[in-house]
């Protein structure tokens, strides 16, 4: 399990891995009860910065955790699942410690590349079988990375991606008027006519778009191409922030093709906010009181000042409700709940359960209807059949 003593001046890492730990332990676990083999493939695997010898507190050293503990498990219910990993790292002095890894894990299936992750791609494909599950983890350090070249890779079916969109440097980026800085962000955000956008919003106001503006349309754009390039129903992300300002640095771009993998990514997303939330309100009053020595004000401080994750996670669920009642066709018309839900998790940080509850409140309301609604029963069910009032 990942510790906050193992990321001391690289706080934005813990929260990712947060959300990484708790996501790859219910896919692994998951996808381990219908396919035979499960594929982890990391094209920028460092490590970097571990401060742990058995390398816990990297993405692949967590990959590896879950994909033995879910082993382990179905083991135990007397069903094997292979499972294999690919690991890539270019830097030489990386990969030596990287090379290492293989014998830590002798119940997976660990090969490990010392190239540029677009070099060996297609190898990597060639030894992932047709009836593997497999995860992509593209978390580079850097931005110029040619989204159509990894088509192969995340069109593959069966499979799921996260992204490492690095924003903080991308918006930077994007004001340059340079023709290699230009050609490279074209590269890696072939669609949604970014740029156009961009140049609009600036102008409607005045030159003085915010980030979230700016992030909004970059991300957009990004979250686009990457659906479709691999041909993904949904495409979400969640915001690393810095830890001592309130800026973006990374959003953690997740493509999948199936509802309950929307479904899983927001839980993991509110868990990992909340730790983030956290993470940085302590980080924030240790670097106060390292530099003024007045610890008792500022924790005091802290304890009176507003919880800005409740009240974005307040507003998220009030957009909810309103995305719930538009989406709901008027009767005699009506849509599935099963096929609603995921369009509402979509759109909105929002869990299930609390999409549950919404809709159930909307019933009560009268503002919604749900002709199959069973006696006993508190939210919705799949198959239930929904129309506005």
């Not at 001391?8 to 332990?25: A, I, M, N, P, T």
């Not at 292979?82 to 090969?111: C, G, H, T, W």
């Amino acid at each position: 399990m990942v510790a906050l003593s193992d990321y001391v001046g690289r706080e934005q890492s813990y929260v990712k891995h947060v959300f990484l730990e708790g996501y790859l332990e219910r896919l692994v676990h998951k996808t381990s009860s219908k396919y035979p083999h499960i594929v982890y493939v990391d094209g920028f695997a460092g490590p970097w910065q571990s401060a742990n010898e058995r390398f816990e507190d990297t993405s692949f050293g967590i990959a590896l955790n879950a994909l033995r503990h879910a082993k382990s498990s179905w083991r135990e219910r007397h069903r094997d699942v292979k499972m294999s990993a690919f690991l890539v790292e270019r830097d030489a002095k990386a990969y030596n410690q990287l090379a290492q890894v293989s014998a830590r894990y002798p119940d997976v299936l660990i090969k490990t590349y010392s190239a540029d992750f677009l070099q060996v791609l297609q190898d990597i494909l060639n030894h992932i079988p047709r009836d593997a599950f497999a995860f992509f983890l593209i978390d580079p350090k850097g931005w110029r990375i040619p989204l159509k070249a990894l088509s192969p890779l995340i069109a593959r079916r069966n499979s799921e991606v996260i992204f490492n969109f690095m924003f903080d440097f991308i918006n930077r980026a994007a004001s340059i008027d340079d023709p290699v800085v230009i050609g490279g962000l074209d590269e890696l955000i072939p669609y949604g006519d970014w740029r156009a956008k961009l140049k609009e919003a600036e102008r409607v106001a005045n030159g003085k778009l915010d980030s979230s503006e700016r992030k909004a349309i970059l991300v957009g754009a990004f979250t686009e191409s990457l659906g479709r390039l691999g041909n993904y129903q949904y495409v979400a992300e969640t915001t690393i922030l810095r830890p001592l300002r309130d800026r973006p640095l990374y959003c953690l771009c997740y493509a999948t093709r199936n509802k309950h993998g929307i479904e899983v990514f927001r839980d993991c997303q509110v868990r990992a906010l909340v730790e983030q939330a956290k993470t940085r309100a302590t980080t924030k009053v240790k670097h106060t009181v390292a530099a003024t020595g007045q610890g008792e004000m500022f924790d005091s401080l802290y304890e009176m000042a507003p919880n800005d994750l409740d009240s974005f996670l307040e507003s998220e669920r009030g957009l909810a409700e309103k995305t719930l009642i538009a989406l709901t066709p008027m009767q005699p018309q009506f849509i599935s709940y099963e096929k609603l839900w995921p369009e509402v998790l979509l759109r909105h940080v929002v869990r299930l359960p609390d999409v549950n509850k919404i809709a159930a409140q909307l019933r009560a309301d009268g503002q919604l209807l749900f002709p199959d609604w069973e006696k006993g029963k508190r939210v919705p069910q799949q198959h239930y059949r929904m129309q506005r009032a």
